[in-house]
T-cell receptor, first 112, second 114 residues
Framework: DVKVTQSSRYLVKRTGEKVFLECVQDMDHENMFWYRQDPGLGLRLIYFSYDVKMKEKGDIPEGYSVSREKKERFSLILESASTNQTSMYLC???????????FGPGTRLTVL | GDSVTQMEGPVTLSEEAFLTINCTYTATGYPSLFWYVQYPGEGLQLLLKATKADDKGSNKGFEATYRKETTSFHLEKGSVQVSDSAVYFCALITPTRGSYIPTFGRGTSLIVHP
């Protein structure tokens, strides 16, 4: 089975802190994605990556950056966390030959 | 741009009831359509999909038919179980968005009571 793992299930940070959310996939997916999920808003795409060292902005990139130094790892970075970034963050991977996304379990981030 | 509209939840049913969750879409080109399910405390997982008009996707007793004429992909199940309680997301992919980036609906929460 495809496996996408996220480094933390729950995270509490303070306003202004730099936050790293890590995602690792084990299926050699070229494409990886970061979403945030908020009640009533569904999933919104933050950033995605087609390959190592490549990144593209999604629908809501402001306040976020990403890093993809290795194919299996895609990190989401909050340079200076703010309370409006309190959310559930979901990572997903997709292999080149399929249109199905495989999601990690999510990280629930609270910024105080 | 592309968009997906789902019925608002929560949908609350008794066990063994019939389920319908409506999904309609707007898209340029010919999208592939998906239903994803998110169980409590988990990420999303693919439930079923259909890639062309009149195709029926099915899995775990759930079904959805790609209706091009009504731009719909409604999810149905004949007899729900408590274990079906989850959030259901309708989604589409079109080549116009590039590289299989899906457009998701806002999700519909299903609560099934014993």
């Amino acid at each position: 089975d495809v496996k996408v793992t996220q480094s933390s299930r729950y995270l509490v940070k303070r306003t202004g802190e730099k936050v790293f959310l890590e995602c690792v996939q084990d299926m050699d997916h070229e494409n990886m994605f970061w979403y945030r999920q908020d009640p009533g808003l569904g999933l919104r795409l933050i950033y995605f990556s087609y390959d190592v060292k490549m990144k593209e902005k999604g629908d809501i990139p402001e306040g976020y950056s990403v890093s993809r130094e290795k194919k299996e790892r895609f990190s989401l970075i909050l340079e200076s966390a703010s309370t409006n970034q309190t959310s559930m963050y979901l990572c997903a991977g997709r292999g080149g030959a399929t249109d199905t996304q495989y999601f990690g379990p999510g990280t629930r981030l609270t910024v105080l | 741009g592309d968009s997906v509209t789902q019925m608002e939840g929560p949908v609350t049913l008794s066990e063994e009831a019939f389920l319908t969750i409506n999904c309609t879409y707007t898209a340029t080109g010919y999208p592939s359509l998906f239903w994803y399910v998110q169980y409590p405390g988990e990420g999303l997982q693919l439930l079923l999909k259909a890639t062309k008009a009149d195709d029926k996707g099915s899995n775990k007793g759930f079904e959805a038919t790609y209706r091009k004429e009504t731009t719909s992909f409604h999810l149905e199940k004949g007899s729900v179980q408590v274990s079906d309680s989850a959030v259901y997301f309708c989604a589409l992919i079109t080549p116009t968005r590039g590289s299989y980036i899906p457009t998701f609906g806002r999700g519909t929460s299903l609560i099934v009571h014993p």
